[in-house]
């Protein structure tokens, strides 16, 4: 069983910058990527950003040039620096581990951007 933590989140006017991470507990074994996830008022959970074990890495277009995702060297934390931050950056962040086929999530951490 795979347990993840979050933290990092918090109010910042547009423009600032946060960063959040995530700490992953148990076995790496089969652990094959790691992402952050966020989801706004009203909307559908999406994905913002992920890493790969062999540390390809994916983003949004929304968050392209601004976010940057990173994993810590023993492959149990992940990263967001969140620079530029948008109003619509405004949601919950929630951290994903992929292992062993099976998705595990975090609870979640708010990022609330004021304009």
């Not at 910042?12 to 076995?27: E, M, Y």
């Not at 492959?75 to 530029?84: A, E, F, G, K, P």
């Amino acid at each position: 069983q795979v347990q993840l933590v979050e933290s990092g989140g918090g109010l910042v006017q547009a423009g600032g910058s946060l960063r959040l991470s995530c700490a992953a507990s148990g076995s790496i074994s089969g652990r094959n990527a790691m992402g952050w996830y966020r989801q706004a008022p009203g909307k559908q959970r999406e994905v913002v950003a992920t890493i790969r074990r062999g540390g390809s890495t994916n983003y949004a277009d929304s968050v392209k040039g601004r976010f940057t995702i990173s994993r810590g060297n023993a492959w149990n934390t992940v990263y967001l620096q969140m620079n530029s931050l948008k109003p619509e950056d405004t949601g919950v962040y929630y951290c994903k581990v992929e292992q062993y086929g099976m998705d595990y999530w975090g609870k979640g951490t708010l990022v609330t951007v004021s304009s």
